[in-house]
């Protein structure tokens, strides 16, 4: 005699509320697929890379674009996919003819050469000015980084 | 006539040869025994380096000292730890308890002894040997783009692949054609087996391609986020789902309350788990709608995990007094409601706005120690319950110890992960309102903290079970089981 000891099933029927239960579910993820059919991914943050800056010190929009889409909460979040303002929050296309918001334009007049990556920084000379929300990147990026992220953000048309 | 001897003055040769038992018995259950203890071995490894990335967090540190061998140098930080506690994690303990599960159940389904016994007995010793080696070299060797599933030398990689194989190969030989009529425990491991292995080959490929034609860092690194997801939704949720299958009805001494619910688990999750890990492809290259099918996948794995959960509660009906002790049951009760919220939780997380507020945060860490350490582990904890006994002859330590393992691993899971699962929501409402990264960290100690004590109490539990199969393995009770392909003196007890 050999060991074979099968498990038996009390029912092969499959309950109603089963069927239910699982259209009903796929009905949702079907609805959530229909509203999210377009839109652009972030980039993304390769694993151990964080983007340097270019030895010569010189800032790169392309690394610049790669700092953004490792930013933590990630400028999309609340800038849009692209980049492009989502309400309330502003766009950031055409930061390469100045301050994008109203709340900064004095501190832009004030500071014209780096005005754009104190503020992202969340540097001391931007106490004062209501940030509406937005985060400090001070401490996750370097002055060279900030650089380059100001250099692909000038890129956005 | 009696000879009266001294006892102090026999020596060693008047004495009988005393007998020795080998480490792993060459029996039919040798192979599941080879991995069910390579698994507690692992267990109390990957906690013990858990505690270490939780707690490199509260005092951040950093070494490098060189090896003086060909320029390469040990170096400790963050990245490294973290890579070695997910590999020490998910291969160490729960692939080998995985295997160790296979190889208990496929016999015992089929009716047959495991086929290649030999060779499944050198895939237990091929696969650790590959995993020790590889999670060495993950503090030597440059990790790459690579996410931590993927980060080991392709050596190690290739190594982990053959093993894997072997022992596909080895269920598929014993399952033979029966696997078509066969119960749908099987049917999960099989898929799952299959997955693992193509998974793990595609790794290694990947490591060898590199090596030669340098591919580019983002195709690696998309490669490796996409099979580090499906090694969790493809291997781990499938072995996980043909253990609590497998081991509910055998605890409760009672039939699968629907054959259909299983059949339609089985389909939902096989047709979800490979595109779910679509959703991790995230970047300007891929496809906006590429990645939002995979989180739409994600967020459906709920059903298989519901439709489980639902059939496996119906077919303890009556046993209710069994979740109450420290038996398989219990372990496998835990598993379930673990399994049901780290389905919710991940649905949830793949929503897209969740998903940027909370990415890169500890609520991703969190999520990820209730999958691990709660769903797949308590599964493990389950099969391991019930089968060691089985496999050893022996009766399983109910004491303090087998308490001791439930309730610690059970609180501690439950702890950190809420812990770390609490500190991303703080992180990320914390970003969202502006707050300076100092303030945040100093923030984030509160939950933190908890966490390493949390994943202090799983390290106990791990080491409580090491203890507890030590202690079967020595002096535990003898009890008669079958041995599965052979004549039965005891017939009851699968």
Redo the contacts between chains.
């Keep these: ?15 109603r509320w ?1 069927i239910l ?2 259209l009903f ?2 009905l ?3 609805v ?2 229909a509203a ?14 964080s983007a340097e800056a270019p030895v010569d010190g010189s800032p790169d929009p392309a690394v610049g674009e790669a700092l953004v889409g490792q930013a ?3 400028c ?3 800038h849009g996919a692209d980049l492009g303002g989502s309400d309330p929050f502003p766009s950031l296309h055409g930061v390469e003819e100045g301050a994008v918001s109203e709340n900064l334009q004095d501190f832009a007049a004030e500071y014209p050469d780096n005005w754009a990556q104190l503020w992202i920084a ?1 540097a001391p000379e931007t106490e004062g000015i209501d ?6 990147f ?3 990026f370097s002055p060279q980084q900030l650089d380059s992220i100001v250099a692909y953000l000038k890129t956005l048309p | 006539m009696t000879l009266n001897r001294n006892p102090k003055k026999s020596r060693p040769y008047d004495e009988p040869p005393k007998r020795r038992r080998r480490l792993i018995p060459d029996g039919a259950d040798s192979t599941a025994i080879g991995f069910f203890v390579a698994s507690a071995v692992w267990l109390a490894v990957a906690t013990v380096i858990g505690a270490l990335a939780i707690g490199i967090r509260l005092i951040p540190f950093e070494l490098s000292f060189p090896l003086g061998l060909f320029d390469l140098s040990f170096e400790f930080g963050t ?1 490294r730890v973290d890579a070695a506690f997910i590999n020490a994690t998910v291969y160490g303990w729960l692939t080998n308890a995985g295997f160790a599960a296979v190889a208990f159940m496929t016999p ?5 002894p495991l086929a290649g016994i030999k060779l499944a007995n050198l895939g237990v010793a091929f696969w650790n040997m590959s995993l020790a080696g590889g999670i060495a070299g993950l503090y030597v060797f440059d ?6 599933l993927s980060a080991m030398l392709w050596l190690f990689e290739g190594g982990l692949a053959t093993a894997a194989l072997i022992v596909t190969g080895s269920f598929l030989a014993t399952a033979g054609a029966s696997i078509r009529s066969g ?1 749908v ?1 099987a049917w999960f491991a099989g898929v799952a087996l299959l997955g693992l292995a193509g998974l793990l080959g595609l790794n290694a490929t990947i490591g060898l391609a590199d090596l030669f034609i340098e591919l580019p ?2 195709t690696v ?2 490669a ?2 996409f099979v580090e997801r499906a090694l969790m939704t493809i291997w781990l949720l499938g072995i996980t789902y043909a253990i609590l ?2 081991v509910v ?2 605890a409760t001494g ?9 059949i ?1 688990t089985w389909l ?1 999750w096989l047709a979800l788990a490979p595109v779910s890990a679509l959703a991790t ?4 290259s ?1 496809p ?2 590429f ?3 995979g ?3 994600t ?2 794995l ?2 298989p995990a ?2 489980a959960f ?1 059939n496996l509660v119906q ?1 303890m009906q009556g046993r209710w007094t069994l979740l109450f002790g420290t038996g398989t049951l219990a372990f496998a009760a835990i598993s379930l409601a673990f399994l049901l919220a780290t389905s919710l939780l991940e649905a949830i997380g793949s ?3 969740v998903d ?2 909370l ?3 500890d609520w991703v860490r969190g999520v990820f120690l209730w999958a691990a350490y709660g769903a797949f582990s308590f599964a493990a904890f389950a099969i391991a319950e019930h089968a060691m006994p089985r496999v050893l002859r022996r009766a399983w330590g109910a004491g303090p110890l087998a308490s001791g393992q439930l309730w610690l691993a059970f609180a501690g899971t439950t702890l950190a992960g809420l812990a770390l699962m609490g500190g991303g929501l703080a992180e ?1 409402s914390l ?8 303030a945040i960290d100093a923030a984030l100690l509160l939950y933190r903290v908890p966490a390493f004590v949390g994943f202090g109490m799983v390290a106990l539990a791990g080491l409580a079970m090491l203890v507890n199969l030590f202690l079967m393995y020595t002096s535990g009770e003898p009890v008669e089981y ?7 003196p005891a ?1 009851a007890g ?1």
């Excluded at chain 2, 079958?482 to 039965?488: D, L, M, V």
Aim: some cysteine; overall charge positive; glycine content about 12%.
């Design positions: 005699m050999t060991v074979h000891t099968p498990i038996e099933t009390r029912s092969s029927g499959l309950p089963a239960l699982t579910v796929f949702v993820g079907g959530y697929l999210n059919l377009v839109g652009e991914n972030p980039p993304l943050a390769i694993p151990g890379e933590t909460p990630q999309s979040s609340c969340g940030r509406l929300g937005m985060p400090a001070g401490d996750q | 990245r015992r389904l089929f009716g047959r990790l790459g783009p690579n996410a931590a119960y425990s860092a983002l690194a998309l490796s986020v299958h497998y009805p055998r009672q039939p699968l309350a629907s054959g259909g619910l299983a339609l939902t492809l995230q970047d300007t891929v906006f709608t990645t939002t099918i989180s739409v996948a967020i459906l709920l059903v519901a439709l639902a077919s929503l897209r706005t940027q507020a990415g890169g945060t990320g970003r969202a309102a502006g707050t300076a990264p100092d079958a041995i599965p392909g052979q004549a039965a017939a699968h």
